[in-house]
């Protein structure tokens, strides 16, 4: 072996022990710089010699290549769940149960979180990372191994001694708050929908398909229990310390109770202290901690006797209703929100929360100045469950549902066969010409940049805009008043809107905001009637007769096309040039030009949108990838593409290339 070698094994070495350093005691001892200096070094290494790859190098835990879908094994212990229990008493019970039937003999208790993510079982044969499978029935799991390799927490080759050559490893995969709040500003942006709460992200993302993407989300374990033939300790808590000295995430929480006393003051301590925890927990465990007692006192069907969960309750503030507003949406839907004296809930600070519709200001019969329960079960969008009706001032009047738009003034109508009410006032309520705008430029719509809410209203107040058509009348000198806007921004917006006129035709129907045709119908529309002459003269039973179009969202696109002003809004953007229809089948705008090679498309552009350019790609031959890797030929960059990637295709020699030498290589 050469210099260069040994580096290369002593890097790997290193690089182990800085990651534990950093994802299990979160103690680094080293910048994020150095320690991406020193990976870059062993990839650059890794790269000079194939011969040397192993798949446990610390490099393999960005991720690899797409797996078609998980294969399924059975647990060698079935994966049983526990009894729960809601309060101090039941626990108390349950203590008392274990002392009856140990008859008598001393005992100890293992105080722990119970962390709510997604649990994991992990197999480790001579000190390595074999094998991850999920929970899944409980018999049987999905094996996920490539998707755990990705958790810089989770030891690939353990460290210490004294670890069984075979043992299997149980605890939860989670997202902590702070990568689950960034990971939902994301799909914010990007119009996807949003993760209701961090153990729902956790086990979306154990089952993505692409361990790079999982690598991206920032998951973190934390272990609870041990497994195996040949343990090193006779009881849990040992044997998770020993856990802990191979290199897992243990929990500092994890405590030895002896007395039904100590078991009743962790339970008070941790219903406040978990509000400081960086990651989710729903309640508290108790073990019996002696292995040997565990087998005396044995399961029942479902769950072993030895072990229970109290579960927290669900946080619950009261407070003051300040008022109810009524919003209107870009549909014309009026939503009441309560609007609140600011109240600590779960970490954030609640000033509003939907009421939904009327019924439910009815159902909870709320009353002016009410004090209001609140509260964030597992989700995190606050839910208005109660009123302390006692403390209600005397003469306090019920909350009374609005007769006219807020907005306009126009008389509001009840939707049929639903809850809700309705302004009927489409082409003349601000809001909704406002809404309308937004929608109309998303990303997913138009894609035109440097329009968002604020900009959609003012918009409208100042009468620039009153339809989407008037949007293309728009001039650089009028954009120019807008707050926040100089010459460059009122240019982008300009180019945003002569870009949006190559957009595909099912994007043009769904940017329109007809009711009840999102995304999904939206295509289904386009493809069954491929031209916009051809769909605005269909009946209903027509566009019901097409699949997975019901009576009611066919109903809704004929009362669309069937208002003359929307009429107009169509003929006017089809003079402007939008596209009203598919494209021909063609084979004409079809190249080799880029013929296999796979291209990365990241950042925002500025000349043709991402899906353009992806579509570009595709019909001359080329690949679109979605994260870069050896197999890449090109990484098509746009403004602000992460460091990260550009590092990235630098480290692999990955040639960058801005819209225009793309545009370039197909002799635009
Ligand atoms: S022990 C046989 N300990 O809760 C006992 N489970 O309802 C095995 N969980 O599926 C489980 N924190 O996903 C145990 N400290 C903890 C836990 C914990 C979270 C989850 C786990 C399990 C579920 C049981």
Partial sequence: MNSSQQRLLELRDLLNRHNYNYYVLNAPEISDRDFDMLMKELEALEKEF????????????????LTDRFEQVAHVYPMLSLSNCYSIREVDEWFGRIRAGLEGEEFEITGELKYDGTSISLIYEHGRLVRAVTRGDGEKGDVVTENIKTIRSIPLQLQGTGWPDMFEIRGEILMPWEAFDRLNKEREFNEEPLFANPRNAAAGTLKTLDSRQVARRGLDAYFYYLLGPELPFDNHYDNMMAARSWGFKVSDAMTLLKSVEAVDGFINHWNTARRELPVATDGLVFKVNSLRQQLNLGYTAKSPRWAIAYKFPAERACT??????????????????????????????????????????????????????????????????????????????????????????TPLIRVEGEASWQCPNKFGCPPQIAGRIEHFVGRKMMNIDGVGEETAEQLCTLGLVRDIADLYD?????????????????????????????????????????????????????????DIDRLMAASAEELAATKDIGPRIAESITEYFANPVNRRTIERLRAVGLQMSQPEEDTEGHTELLDGKTFVISGTFSLHSRDE??????????????????????????????????????????????????LAMLGQ
């Fill in 50 to 65: 194939p011969e040397m790859d192993d798949p446990y190098s610390p490099t393999h835990r960005v991720g690899s290549d």
């Fill in 320 to 409: 003051k209703l300040r008022f109810v507003s009524f919003e209107v949406g870009r549909m014309g839907i009026i939503t009441p929100v309560a609007n609140l004296e600011p109240v600590l809930l779960s970490g954030t600070i609640v000033k509003r929360a939907s009421l939904h519709n009327e019924d439910i200001i009815k159902t909870l019969d709320i009353h002016q100045g009410d004090m209001l329960y609140v509260e964030k079960g597992g989700e995190i969008i606050p839910k208005i469950t109660g009123v302390d009706a006692e403390a209600r001032e005397p003469g306090a009047e019920p909350v009374k549902f609005i007769s006219h738009c807020p907005a306009c003034g």
């Fill in 474 to 530: 728009l001039t650089a000198g009028q954009l120019m008043k807008l707050t926040g806007f100089g010459p460059r921004s009122a240019e982008r917006v300009l180019e945003g809107l002569e870009a949006s006129k190559s957009v595909p035709y099912d994007r043009v129907i769904y940017a329109l905001s007809i009711p009840f045709v999102g995304d999904t119908v939206s295509k289904k529309v386009a493809a069954a009637f491929p």
């Fill in 613 to 662: 350019y992806k579509a570009m790609i595709g019909r001359n031959g080329g690949k679109n990838a979605s994260s870069i890797s050896r197999k890449t030929d090109y990484v098509l960059a746009g403004e602000n593409m992460g460091p990260a990637k550009r590092e990235k295709a630098a480290s692999l020699g990955i040639p960058v290339i801005d819209e225009h030498q793309f």
